[in-house]
């Protein structure tokens, strides 16, 4: 059967090719784009970008329930790691393998880095975009990958690359700071804090890049094109950058845009000084009908003096029932609003479930038999007093990230057992931080606070760390003391200026 199928798709191939060599069409049947089988990401929202992007390109892309009609397919993998040029910005590589159904290695295969700090499935986009409208390296990939696919369908071998006279100036990629994209003919702005600026990129060139200027000044290429002059911006006004890169062949291409001062380090200095705090830190360990937990009450007890010395309002409760808890939050949430506090902070210690993609705080009286949805106090619940707040920064603190008591016993939290919180999306102005990544367990630790509370603890009180520095500090930390079985995570959608805890 499967010949015989084989047969059939041979003779189709045949038939449209014929039609479309009398008719001036491409070589190539119809095509399939799809994510490959087993990759870690799901990429969905790349799809629809590739499939417009070869429509561009006159081929007949087929999707949904006619994708079975195609002739060949085109599969979409990433993989992610970080940018080369800047160990703190992430890199997607997109791969993209052309296949022919009847042969099971890929007919071509061409890849797309690129380094940004959206998440993995814009990343993801804007790398097959660049690599079908890139110039420089981008182009000459992008076209041995369809020179390939050509050929292939032709029956004929693949052409060897003719020397063709370069006409194109280099192509200028600037990775940090981002640049947003901009409509045609209009300035791109760069936000930038003040301070000494690293410009961060690469210029490449097939015919080799002779020099780069920056406003006129000389500026270092290694053997890869990597340039990272600095420059030195104030909060008196707006920095243009003018970028011009010359080949060995007398081609050049400019790239400008304008660096926006985000905020001077003074002004950022006197906004911390002055924001008015108000923290809620819970700590329960002592459950009766469920596993006891040593360290909550400590963790609390240490989360509230710290946060104290840091110029919040602390309001502290430990071992709360349902009904203690609730009251907390709410009062918390009428303080916050009322008094007209600037930044919100809610420290969670104790055991913590998800049912059914949510998370619950689980007060002290609840059994092995209590009913979670019911019994419990939703994580929602203190998301909603704090949105309502209206505050320029809320924080959302849970290292609540322990074995689920009610089904399976743990003394401690144990991170080698099943487990762990649901993920969550940040709500606007907002850091939510877990003791954990989600569906992962934490650990207790061997000391009087738990392995993530004493990494926060230490690093809170660093001067001049901007908060999504803190979070990652902590994370280095516990990923080393637990051998990376545990992994802190954070989702955040922090606006405006940058939050320090101490300055």
Known sequence: ????????????????????????????????????????????????????????????????????????????????????????????????????????????????????????DQAASQAVTILFKGRGAYERDREAFFRQIGFHFSGKQVAPVLAVRDTVGPQIDVISPSLPEAARGMARLAKAKTGEVAIIGRVTDPSKVDRLTLNGQSVALDEKGTFQPVVQLTDRGDYPILLEAQDA??????????????????????????????????????????????????????????????????????????????????????????????????????????RNGLNYLVPVEVTKQSDVESECVGLQHILNKMEAANTRVNILVMDACRNDPFVKPAQQRDAGNSGGPASIKAPTGTLIAFATAPGSTAADGTGKNGTYTESLLQHIQKPNVSIESVFRLVRTDVMQKTNNEQIPWESTSLTGDEFYFRR
């Not at 084989?6 to 009398?22: E, Q």
């Not at 400019?254 to 819970?282: C, G, H, N």
């Not at 009908?289 to 840091?310: F, I, K, R, Y």
Request: charged share 15%; with cysteine; proline share 5%.
């Open 249 to 354: 062949v007398g081609n050049v291409s400019r790239l400008e845009f304008t660096l926006t001062p985000q905020m001077a380090q003074r002004i950022a200095a006197a906004k911390s000084a002055v924001d008015k705090r108000l923290a809620l830190v819970i700590g329960n360990g002592g459950y009766k009908g469920v596993p006891s937990l040593g360290n909550p009450v400590n963790d609390a007890d240490a989360m509230a003096s710290s946060l104290t010395s840091l110029g919040f309002r602390v309001i502290k409760c430990t071992n709360v029932d349902r009904i203690a808890l609730i009251s907390a939050i709410n009062t918390f949430g009428e303080v916050l609003s009322k008094e007209n506090y600037t930044v919100g902070m809610v420290y969670y210690a104790g055991h913590g479930v998800q």
């Open 1 to 120: 059967m499967m010949r015989f199928r084989l047969s059939v798709l041979s003779v189709l191939m045949g038939s449209w090719l014929a039609c479309a060599t009398v008719f001036g069409a491409v070589a190539e049947p119809p095509v399939a784009v799809v994510v490959k089988t087993g990759s870690t990401h799901e990429l969905t929202s790349v799809l629809p970008v590739l499939q417009g992007l070869l429509r561009e390109r006159k081929y007949s892309v087929v999707a949904g329930s006619q994708a079975g009609e195609a002739g060949w397919r085109i599969e979409l993998s990433c993989l992610t790691d970080k940018c080369p040029l800047d160990a703190s910005v992430p890199r997607v590589i997109v791969k993209l393998e052309a296949f022919d159904p009847g042969q099971p290695e890929p007919v071509a295969v061409v890849r797309a880095p690129h380094c940004s700090v959206q998440s993995i």
